[in-house]
């Protein structure tokens, strides 16, 4: 086409088409592809919030990232999740801090029942000098950097069978399924259960068939995985106020210019905050959902249960990894 031009207009039209070619090019770069994998089922706050973050992503920087959710631990097993991250296999992800302590045994106290009071109480933990040491940590020993803390719920007990559970004696020889790991053993066991461990993707059918006679969730993933189809009551011992940390392999998080990691910081809070906002609101309205399908749902001595579980958790060997003055910084915080 620039045959048809003046020579010198042709010279201008040609360098204005190579400028431009060379914006085309910087736009037009390809994407970062950020893979998660997560055992989470399509219609729990913590998979949903995952979506949140995409869409934030796309809003907030058009075109420059490529987010890919894979659920159900269709990608990666539950708990493989940090090493895939660690080896370059995978992106991003939302790990447990039972997952962290695996590798970090100071991030145990985070595995504790009865540390961490509330939602809020969590948010304000992780998002003081606590959270920035602790999160620190993971960066440097595992290279993961953590964006968020995202509320998972606090954990219930639900349970085939019709007796009454009061204290923790009353739960010597129920088989309570717990995810594969020590810290998660550790606190099913302190319960006053025989801990079990079970991933996340075979709890209905062990509770259906009776393999298993109990597991512990939050009450909103208790209604997503359908747990409540196969058990008889919900024991509300609420025993661990749990969190996921939405996190980043920091290879690809380093890979990203200093806007780009604003923007996945910020689309993390945001997601985080819908997770919270909707699983909080859900925790509150369930009790009613699952008395209407016919369980039991009701307190028992909580008291009882803090009062063993604190103890086990004090008199066990995962505190000796625990930094000095910890648990006093973390009741603390308002
Ligand atoms: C579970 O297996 O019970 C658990 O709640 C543990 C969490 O750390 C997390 O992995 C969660 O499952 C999955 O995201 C499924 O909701």
Redesign the pocket.
Known sequence: MLKHLPKYTAGIAAAALLALSGVATSAMADPVKLRIS????ES?W?AKMLTVFKDELEKNAPGEFDVEIHLNASLFK?GTEPAAMQRGNLDMA?I?A?DIAKQIPAWSVFTAGYLIRDPDHQRHVFHSDIGKEFYQMVADDMNIEILDVGY?GTRQLDIRGEKKIETPADLAGIKLRM?GSDAWLFLGNALGANATPLA?GEVYTGLQTGTIDAQD?PLP?VKAAKFYEVTNQIVLTGHLV?A?FLSMAKKTYDSLSEEQQKVVRDAAEVATLYNNVHRIQDEEKLIEFFKEQGLKVYKPDVAAFRKKVQQDYLESDFAKDWPEGIVERVNAIK
């Open positions: 997560t055992p989470a089922v729990d913590h539950q939302m447990s039972q998972l995810p996340f969730n993933t749990d996921v």
